[in-house]
């Protein structure tokens, strides 16, 4: 069901009206990580009421295996090579392992994608629908693309779905449609029909961490209610993040992993308290061993973004990630540099002292006459004079 696509889904439907009136049309879908791209194409290819679909996906497993998404996606009609010009059929067999010619010329593969494609279509109207193309192969991609550029008058429609990552996949000469975060009143209707029966203050926080992702809002509602019924339900107004689920979390894990741990250490700071100024981001950073240098990775990976002295996460998802990623311990060393921050505590910092406490069903119980440890006691030298937060909660 795609909820607030409705113009999104009518430029698909123009396109695959195209094809039904002999004229070619390509579209690259773009858009972060469970934005709805797969949905539209998914949308699409139950659109495509007598025409033949082709589907393909890029695989990052596979990213450097020359043409093996081409191969993916044209396999079943390895037998239609002969209808090709010999010097086309040569270089695709070649390509794929066919042939003992393992020498390529990429013109030459380009042009058989375009004459094979062209070929399926002249018997049936033709769809090509490639998800994850950010992820194809440097061979696959340029061939694809070179067909995607030249077919006019052929009854084709070619559809690439490309996620936001820090490695840009350029598509260009192809018409781009972004898919920006749903709505406010599609997200409210999304989360609800989904997940009802949350209370009033969850269902304000899951809308405002979601921030129009639907994958988001089906993931943070699904796992929020179902602590609310088992009753261990957070407390909507906490300063972290709300846990999310293994599916979103793996959308950003590996581009923070790779980061280098100075870095990993202030976007955990920056993670922790959604109420923080910079000020206090940095002056944090610095009681754990980070400081203002180390943003300049993540900055670059495109995982956030700082202007007039503000730090924004790219989505309240990479928040999330860069957050859960952290151990334990880590998170613990974090929320005591922030409750020692001010000498003052106010209601802002107060939710850093809470977060101090570790799970209940976890909880060691010592003797009164013990030296019981403190968790994070090694973590931070000393309280740190920093700046008090610039935003209250609920602002």
């Known amino acids: ?21 002999g004229r070619s049309a390509a579209l690259v879908v773009r858009g972060e990580a469970g934005i709805g791209k797969s ?15 082709l589907r393909g996906v890029g695989i990052e497993s596979e990213a450097e295996l020359a043409f093996g998404a081409l191969h993916l996606l044209l396999y079943p009609y390895l037998d239609r090579l002969d209808l090709l010009p010999g010097p086309q059929a ?39 629908v490639v998800d ?16 995607a550029r030249r077919f006019q008058a052929d009854p084709v429609v070619m559809l690439f779905a490309v996620r936001d ?79 999310v689920t293994r599916r979103v979390q793996e959308t950003f894990r590996e581009q923070i992993v790779g980061l280098p741990e100075t ?19 940095l002056c944090v950073a610095r009681a754990v061993g980070a400081d203002t240098s180390d943003l300049d990775a993540a900055e670059r990976a495109g995982l956030i973004s700082v202007a007039d002295g503000e730090l924004t996460f790219r989505h309240p998802l990479v928040r999330a990630a860069a957050y859960q990623c952290a151990t334990h311990h880590q998170r613990i ?28 069903s976890r909880t060691r119980r010592w003797p009164p006459s013990s030296n019981a440890p ?12 920093c700046p008090p937060r610039t935003t209250a909660p609920g602002d």
């Not at 409750?339 to 799970?359: F, I, K, N, Y």
Request: glycine share 10%; aromatic share 4%; proline share 8%.
């Open 333 to 360: 060393a974090v929320h005591r540099a922030f409750a020692e921050a001010s000498p003052a505590r106010t209601s802002s910092t107060a939710g850093h002292g809470t977060s101090l406490r570790p799970p209940p």
């Open 39 to 53: 949905a539209l194409l998914d949308h699409a290819v139950a659109t495509a009421q007598g025409m033949r679909v």
């Open 165 to 243: 990552t820090a490695v840009p996949f350029h598509t260009p000469g192809i018409e781009e449609l972004r898919l920006p975060g749903l709505s406010p009143d599609a997200a409210a209707g999304l989360l609800d029909h989904h997940s009802p029966g949350l209370t009033a203050p969850m269902r304000a926080r899951v809308l405002e961490e979601a921030n129009g992702n639907p994958l988001a809002l089906l993931e943070l509602g699904a796992a929020r209610l179902a602590a609310q019924r088992e009753g261990r339900a957070e407390p909507a107004h906490q300063v972290g993040p709300l846990p």
């Open 132 to 147: 994850d193309a950010q992820w194809l192969d440097r061979g696959s991609s340029d061939a694809l693309l070179f067909a």
């Open 90 to 128: 040569a270089a695709l067999r070649g390509a794929f392992g066919l042939s003992s010619d393992a020498a390529t010329t990429p013109f030459l593969v380009g042009a058989a994608t375009l004459t094979l494609l062209a070929e399926l279509a002249a018997e049936k109207p033709l769809l090509c």
């Open 263 to 281: 870095c990993q250490s202030i976007l955990l700071v920056a993670a922790a308290d959604r109420f923080a100024g910079m000020d206090t981001v």
């Open 1 to 21: 069901m795609l909820v607030g696509r409705d113009g999104e889904r009518d430029h698909v439907e123009r396109s695959l009206g195209q094809a039904s009136s």
């Open 374 to 385: 403190r968790y994070g006691q090694n973590a931070v030298a000393g309280p740190w004079p």
